[in-house]
């Protein structure tokens, strides 16, 4: 069984930066895909960046490449999701996820999920 514990959201102005962070917990984590998601009101969840932990290899949505990187802490073991250049549509609640799965980008292929953390962008 994984555990994930989000931490680091807040508020920001537009055009800052923020790091949310996700703390796991549970066997066998170097062989899953974290994923970071979003959901803002009114909207479905929806994919935001992966990072497979075995290989490093990253996947981005559209909407958020070249803002933000993804980025992983295998002593602690963490999880960041660096956000930079934020926008008012950034805003959501911010959840991290797991899966040993193939990490297609949808919210079906991740088996384990965070409480989420909010993350709110003025303009």
């Known amino acids: 069984q994984v555990q994930l514990v989000e931490s680091g959201g807040g508020l920001v102005q537009a055009g800052g930066s923020l790091r949310v962070s996700c703390a796991a917990s549970?066997?066998?984590?170097?062989?899953?895909?974290m994923g970071w998601f979003r959901q803002a009101p009114g909207k479905e969840r929806e994919f935001v960046a992966s990072i497979t932990l075995s290989n490093g290899v990253t996947r981005f949505a559209d909407s958020v490449k070249g803002r933000f990187t993804i980025s992983k802490d295998y002593a602690k073991p963490t999880t960041y999701l660096q956000m930079n250049s934020l926008r008012p549509e950034d805003t959501a609640v911010y959840y991290c996820?797991?899966?040993?799965?193939?990490?297609?980008?949808?919210?079906?292929?991740?088996?384990?999920w965070g409480q989420g953390t909010q993350v709110t962008v003025s303009s």
């Open positions: 549970g066997g066998g984590l170097s062989s899953y895909t």
């Open positions: 996820a797991a899966t040993w799965r193939y990490p297609a980008p949808v919210v079906k292929a991740y088996d384990y």
